[in-house]
């Protein structure tokens, strides 16, 4: 039986307890979650050095694959990369048990379709240049294996996301991360603390990731979409840190630059905007690069 799955003595009667005891034992099952991520940080991080290698040798695709809860939480942390970091949509692909339909209506049948999962690989032509992190807490999933062997076997860059030792789809991946969060409150409920682990996990991968890619600066979101009054609030002050000047110049630095961050830092530094433009192009868009070139002239 699969750990996930197993019933655990300490939470018999769970039903007949009173509601801060059944939220305690939720609440001390959330806290062991997030603990069980520490472990599991060396393999996060050469996951990430592996993954930002490939991302930078040319137009790599970021690949989630999951199936229900792990499928929505994988799906999730993708799509929050393009307005935080600035993650081209063109270079995120979504592999989903049950296709999209799935996202607003989880079925579980889906996720034992292997040969559905393989026939997407071979779709969206996953190969060398991409990245495919898949993610499932029992690690057994059909659908989540069978798409990153495929994967794999196609020459991408292989990731598991997985809290059962020992599982298929750690042993499928180059680079398993293994989150050991054991028995569930309510067994086998694993969007409880499995899921919890494993957005900790995938928010910690990806942003580790984009920070090493050039998307982050004194913690703050360099390529950060500003397209709504809070954001574009956020990039006066980004701008206004980072190059050291008042919010008004700030904010006229990020009109000449169409509101982009990265370039609107530059000119607020005293760069003339084309200029900008071609440093950061000429240094992979690395705007820390550009200003330490900067600061030593």
């Given at each position: 039986?699969?750990?996930?799955?197993?019933?655990?003595?300490?939470?018999?009667?769970?039903?007949?307890?009173?509601?801060?005891?059944?939220?305690?034992?939720?609440?001390?099952?959330?806290?062991?979650?997030?603990?069980?991520?520490?472990?599991?940080?060396?393999?996060?991080?050469?996951?990430?050095?592996?993954?930002?290698?490939?991302?930078?040798?040319?137009?790599?695709?970021?690949?989630?694959?999951?199936?229900?809860?792990?499928?929505?939480?994988?799906?999730?942390?993708?799509?929050?990369?393009?307005?935080?970091?600035?993650?081209?949509?063109?270079?995120?692909?979504?592999?989903?048990?049950?296709?999209?339909?799935?996202?607003?209506?989880?079925?579980?049948?889906?996720?034992?379709?292997?040969?559905?999962?393989?026939?997407?690989?071979?779709?969206?032509?996953?190969?060398?240049?991409?990245?495919?992190?898949?993610?499932?807490?029992?690690?057994?999933?059909?659908?989540?294996?069978?798409?990153?062997?495929?994967?794999?076997?196609?020459?991408?860059?292989?990731?598991?996301?997985?809290?059962?030792?020992?599982?298929?789809?750690?042993?499928?991946?180059?680079?398993?991360?293994?989150?050991?969060?054991?028995?569930?409150?309510?067994?086998?409920?694993?969007?409880?603390?499995?899921?919890?682990?494993?957005?900790?996990?995938?928010?910690?991968?990806?942003?580790?990731?984009?920070?090493?890619?050039?998307?982050?600066?004194?913690?703050?979101?360099?390529?950060?979409?500003?397209?709504?009054?809070?954001?574009?609030?956020?990039?006066?002050?980004?701008?206004?840190?980072?190059?050291?000047?008042?919010?008004?110049?700030?904010?006229?630095?990020?009109g000449r630059t169409q509101g982009k961050v990265k370039p609107a830092i530059l000119v607020a530094m005293g760069m003339a905007p084309e200029d900008a433009d071609r440093r950061l192009n000429d240094n992979g868009g690395d705007v820390r690069s550009v200003m330490n070139l900067i600061q030593a002239q």
């Amino acid at each position: 039986m699969r750990e996930s799955e197993r019933i655990s003595p300490k939470y018999k009667g769970l039903d007949t307890w009173g509601d801060e005891d059944v939220l305690s034992a939720l609440w001390d099952s959330q806290m062991a979650a997030v603990a069980a991520v520490r472990p599991a940080l060396p393999s996060i991080a050469a996951a990430a050095q592996a993954i930002v290698t490939r991302l930078k040798a040319g137009d790599a695709r970021l690949v989630y694959v999951g199936a229900g809860s792990s499928g929505l939480l994988a799906t999730q942390d993708g799509m929050e990369l393009p307005p935080t970091f600035g993650w081209p949509r063109e270079r995120l692909t979504f592999l989903m048990a049950g296709g999209s339909a799935a996202r607003l209506s989880l079925e579980g049948a889906s996720e034992d379709d292997a040969d559905a999962a393989r026939q997407e690989v071979a779709h969206y032509h996953l190969g060398e240049a991409d990245v495919v992190i898949g993610v499932a807490a029992s690690g057994g999933t059909p659908y989540t294996v069978a798409a990153l062997e495929a994967a794999r076997e196609r020459g991408a860059l292989t990731v598991a996301i997985a809290n059962t030792p020992g599982c298929r789809l750690l042993d499928a991946a180059e680079f398993p991360i293994c989150i050991e969060t054991g028995l569930e409150v309510i067994a086998g409920s694993t969007r409880l603390g499995a899921g919890t682990a494993q957005k900790a996990t995938l928010g910690m991968l990806s942003s580790l990731v984009m920070t090493r890619m050039g998307h982050v600066i004194d913690g703050m979101m360099v390529s950060v979409e500003a397209d709504n009054i809070k954001l574009r609030e956020r990039a006066i002050r980004i701008v206004s840190v980072i190059a050291e000047c008042d919010e008004a110049a700030a904010k006229d630095a990020l009109g000449r630059t169409q509101g982009k961050v990265k370039p609107a830092i530059l000119v607020a530094m005293g760069m003339a905007p084309e200029d900008a433009d071609r440093r950061l192009n000429d240094n992979g868009g690395d705007v820390r690069s550009v200003m330490n070139l900067i600061q030593a002239q």
